[in-house]
């Protein structure tokens, strides 16, 4: 099985806010999440090794936040959300940071509309 | 990492094989050369990485100068379902983190 999101799509009004979920492959320590924007590469988030934050320096803090409690599944948050937010939101997983090839499994990915 | 420079879009014969230029000219000896694409309407996909030798593998061939200062994807015989936007990244091995740019957009046509 490869990495699970959901939902696979949400419309919402600007200032309402939404969640999304992800579910890495089974035994990868490492998630990411990434914002695409339309026309443009992935950008990413967070980064999480574990239950820990590894690098969180390009996620906008003031409306956005990211969980990974039990070092498993992961949810991203945006509240409130503003049009520019509008974005396909990708999680990946990987092995452990520094093992293997360093290579990432992405999701299918949930597109955000805001209106 | 450094950065890297690829052109917006090619075209390719399905059959045939597409060659996909990558210029990293300010790569350090330390990072790597990887390769991902991107399918319309799905996530990135790994295709192949290397360090200075050249690299192949199911899906695709990997060839990096001698002076590490570009690279080459091939895709040996290239079909629809190869379509995509493909992104060469260049990173510092398997702890730091993967940054994408625009990508080259490869059409396959008949």
């Known amino acids: 099985a490869g990495v699970a999101q959901s939902p696979r799509y949400k419309i919402i009004e600007k200032r309402q806010s939404v969640a999304f979920w992800c579910n890495p492959i089974?035994?990868?320590?490492?998630l990411y999440w990434y914002q695409q924007i339309l026309g443009q590469g992935p950008k990413l988030l967070i980064q999480f090794q574990n239950n820990g934050v590894v690098d969180d320096s390009q996620l906008p803090k003031d409306r956005f936040s990211a969980e990974r409690l039990k070092g498993v599944d992961s949810t991203l948050k945006i509240q409130p959300a503003k049009l520019e937010d509008s974005a396909v939101y990708l999680c990946?997983?990987?092995?452990?940071?520094?093992?293997?090839?360093?290579?990432?499994?992405f999701g299918e990915g949930s597109r955000l509309t805001v209106l | 990492d450094a950065k890297t420079t690829q052109p917006p879009s090619m075209d390719c014969a399905e059959g045939r094989a597409a060659n996909l230029p990558c210029n990293h000219s300010?790569?350090?000896?330390?990072?790597?050369v990887y390769w991902y694409r991107q399918i319309h309407s799905q996530g990135p996909q790994y295709i192949i990485h290397g360090l200075k030798n050249n690299e192949t593998n199911e899906m695709a061939s990997l060839i990096i100068t001698e002076d590490r200062k570009s690279s080459t994807l091939i895709l040996p015989h290239a079909t629809l379902r190869d379509t995509a936007v493909y992104y060469c990244i260049v990173k510092a091995g398997t702890a730091s983190k993967l940054t994408f740019g625009t990508g080259t957009r490869l059409q396959v046509t008949l």
């Open positions: 089974s035994g990868h320590a490492t």
């Open positions: 990946a997983s990987s092995l452990i940071r520094g093992k293997g090839t360093g290579e990432l499994f």
């Open positions: 300010t790569i350090s000896g330390n990072e790597y």
